[in-house]
T-cell receptor, first 111, second 113 residues
Framework: NAGVTQTPKFRVLKTGQSMTLLCAQD?????MYWYRQDPGMGLRLIHY???????AKGEVPDGYNVSRLKKQNFLLGLESAAPSQTSVYFC??????????FGSGTRLTVV | SQKIEQNSEALNIQEGKTATLTCNYT??????LQWYRQDPGRGPVFLLL?????KEKRKERLKVTFDTTLKQSLFHITASQPADSATYLC????????????FGAGTRLAVHP
């Protein structure tokens, strides 16, 4: 039982490049989330999904897009990366209960 | 403005002592509060949840209190061990919908032998 798997684990992008971060969960969870974590700040919600085919904006959605075509997958896209998007990105999921299961994170550097 | 605050300075304690971490918040009315543990290079791991109508919750060596009047939660680890060294995050949860959480920045705990 893998839980929540994020790929890739590390990535370096040049400003203006695009990429997609993949989150996969095998727990049949309805809800999925993308957070970013920056030094000295709490995890901040980027986008979330309450079910297959649905997405919604969180606290810091600008510069990101998401898709949830399959229940088990939640993709986070950066269309034109900026240095301000250098961060560690975490995906999380849960069912009805409020406790999250997190992935191990993707460390992204934009140069 | 809305804030959730945890002590940004690391907490250093001796093995065997009780560690106490604080989470304060302003201008939120959470329905529950959670504590997570995060190790370097890893995602947070859920530890405990306490609801607004509960004063205290325990799980093995862990104890959480929740005072909605003071807008504060205390997280205690008794008989601390070096393996308890990690960053601990508090998170506020709200009733209704999809369980969106608001996280504090975390407090790093270092337990020394």
């Amino acid at each position: 039982n893998a839980g929540v798997t994020q790929t890739p684990k590390f990535r370096v992008l040049k400003t203006g490049q695009s990429m997609t971060l993949l989150c996969a969960q095998d727990m049949n969870h309805e809800y999925m989330y993308w957070y970013r974590q920056d030094p000295g700040m709490g995890l901040r919600l980027i986008h979330y999904s309450v079910g297959e085919g649905t997405t919604a904006k969180g606290e810091v959605p600008d510069g990101y897009n998401v898709s949830r075509l399959k229940k088990q997958n939640f993709l986070l896209g950066l269309e034109s990366a900026a240095p301000s998007q250098t961060s560690v990105y975490f995906c999380a999921s849960n069912r009805q209960g409020p406790d999250y299961t997190f992935g191990s994170g993707t460390r992204l550097t934009v140069v | 403005s809305q804030k959730i605050e945890q002590n940004s300075e690391a907490l250093n304690i001796q093995e065997g002592k009780t560690a106490t971490l604080t989470c304060n918040y302003t201008n939120y009315s959470p329905a529950y509060l959670q504590w997570y543990r995060q190790d370097p290079g890893r995602g947070p791991v859920f530890l405990l949840l306490i609801r607004e109508n509960e004063k205290e919750k325990r799980k093995e060596r862990l104890k959480v209190t929740f005072d909605t009047t003071l807008k504060q939660s205390l997280f205690h680890i008794t008989a601390s061990q070096p393996a308890d060294s990690a960053t601990y995050l508090c998170a506020l949860g709200f009733s209704g919908g999809y369980n969106k959480l608001i996280f504090g920045a975390g407090t790093r705990l270092a337990v020394h032998p």
